[in-house]
């Protein structure tokens, strides 16, 4: 490591890092860097590496000289770099925010305009002032990758400072060193904005959210946490039960606990294969929910094997997350078809999760 950093640019040492680090996590990687070489000069080098699939014990990857490859788009590169920075032409919101800190840098007038910003407010704003919640987890993934991948494209969930307009938008991220500063730009693409919940409405559900993790606090029983969740206004009328998996992805199982009259009389920690389950498919596709519309056109296993027998026709289902590993899905279950298709999923983001703070709680009472 002695040599490797010493041969290391300094500005690149960040990428070598951070692609060790998802070595550590087995996770197929690849990333070009500029190194000392003998000549005093400097050479370039890629590095990629993967598990080996038949023998996972096994990363395997290759280390290549691209001075050749280099030397044929290097006169691209800065003139790409000041296009990228030039951000107030554009018609739709752009970012820029510093990639250590995450605090934004600019906005161009499409950006302050459609999510009201004020110049004077850039130095006290941060990206986490501007996406959804739900969406938290999503962010930081793409974030932690963003050195190597350099850009990432995909529909995203946004918010105003002030919470009061949600944006959802066709994002392009993409990752930039500008004179030694490692940049962010993050571009929305056609978004499509609407106003948040009335005041008077915020107002209630902030009641009964405050009344929620009052009637929650020190409950150490699981039956008691999900069925305090159930007679919560926050579900109530929407829901007929509320379904907890303890996601167990190592030992391939999942544990299933139940509230509601369609779970009456199911057996309490009930366990299924964790493949074919909901948690199986929101990891494969890093899902921020899911929602099933009509379990009776479903070709998942468990919607046949636990919902349909009891006549749960549509549900919501949102992940939660210990050191990045799926651990928890939430599941909210109807009795009617399409019960939450076209619902906006932070209408039950603040309920589930204070939900998860209390199965969370009850976890650590069973390993005390």
Same mark, same amino acid.
């Given at each position: 490591?002695g040599?490797?950093n010493?041969?290391?640019?300094? @500005?690149?040492q960040h990428?070598v ?6 070595v550590?996590e087995?996770?197929?990687?690849a990333?070009?860097f500029r ?5 005093d ?8 590496g993967?598990?080996n ?9 290759f280390?290549?000289n ?8 290097k ?25 250590n ?7 161009n007038?499409?950006?302050r305009?459609?999510f009201?910003i004020e ?6 704003l ?9 969406t938290?987890q999503?962010f930081e993934?793409?974030i ?6 350099r ?8 918010q105003?400072?002030?919470k009061r307009?949600m944006?959802?938008?066709e994002?392009?991220?993409r990752y930039m060193v500008h004179?030694?500063r490692r ?8 978004p @499509?904005?609407k ?5 008077e409405?915020t107002?209630a ?12 606090s ?6 008691e ?7 919560s ?23 299933v606990?139940?509230?509601g009259?369609p779970?009456?009389g199911?057996?309490?920690a009930e ?14 596709y890093?899902?921020d929910?899911l929602?099933?519309?009509?379990t009776?056109?479903s070709?998942k ?10 006549g749960?026709?549509?549900y ?7 050191r ?11 009795t009617?078809?399409?019960?939450f298709s076209g619902?906006?999923?932070e @209408?039950?983001?603040?309920?589930? @999760?204070?939900m998860?703070?209390a ?5 650590r009472?069973?390993s005390?």
């Amino acid at each position: 490591m002695g040599y490797r950093n010493d041969r290391l640019l300094p @500005e690149d040492q960040h990428l070598v890092e951070t692609f060790m680090s998802m070595v550590k996590e087995g996770k197929t990687a690849a990333t070009v860097f500029r190194v000392r070489n003998r000549d005093d000069g400097v050479s370039w080098l890629k590095l990629t590496g993967a598990v080996n699939r038949r023998d996972p014990a096994y990363y395997y990857g290759f280390l290549l000289n691209v001075d050749d490859t280099v030397s044929v788009i290097k006169g691209y590169l800065d003139v790409d770099l000041e296009l990228e920075l030039m951000v107030e032409d554009a018609d739709n919101p752009v970012f820029i925010f510093d990639y250590n800190h995450l605090d934004l840098v600019t906005a161009n007038p499409s950006a302050r305009k459609t999510f009201g910003i004020e110049e004077a407010e850039f130095t006290k704003l941060f990206l986490n002032d501007f996406y959804r919640h739900s969406t938290r987890q999503a962010f930081e993934e793409i974030i932690k990758t963003l050195p190597l991948s350099r850009k990432w494209s995909g529909k995203l969930k946004f918010q105003s400072t002030d919470k009061r307009i949600m944006v959802n938008a066709e994002t392009i991220i993409r990752y930039m060193v500008h004179k030694g500063r490692r940049l962010l730009r993050v571009s929305l693409q056609n978004p @499509e904005t609407k106003k948040a919940l009335k005041s008077e409405e915020t107002g209630a559900n902030t009641r009964d959210m405050a009344e929620l993790e009052k009637n929650l606090s020190g409950l150490a029983d699981i039956d008691e946490i999900m069925e305090t969740c159930l007679e919560s206004p926050l579900v109530s009328g929407r829901c007929e039960g509320i379904v907890f998996s303890d996601v167990h992805v190592r030992k391939n199982l999942v544990a299933v606990y139940s509230a509601g009259q369609p779970f009456a009389g199911m057996k309490r920690a009930e366990t299924f294969s964790y493949n074919g389950t909901i948690a199986e498919d929101i990891n494969r596709y890093t899902l921020d929910y899911l929602v099933v519309d009509d379990t009776q056109d479903s070709i998942k296993p468990i919607d046949w094997a636990l919902f349909v027998p009891r006549g749960i026709r549509s549900y919501f289902a949102m992940p939660f997350y210990s050191r990045t590993v799926l651990r928890t899905v939430l599941i909210l279950c109807s009795t009617a078809p399409g019960r939450f298709s076209g619902k906006d999923p932070e @209408e039950f983001t603040g309920m589930l @999760e204070t939900m998860n703070t209390a199965i969370r709680s009850w976890r650590r009472h069973l390993s005390s």
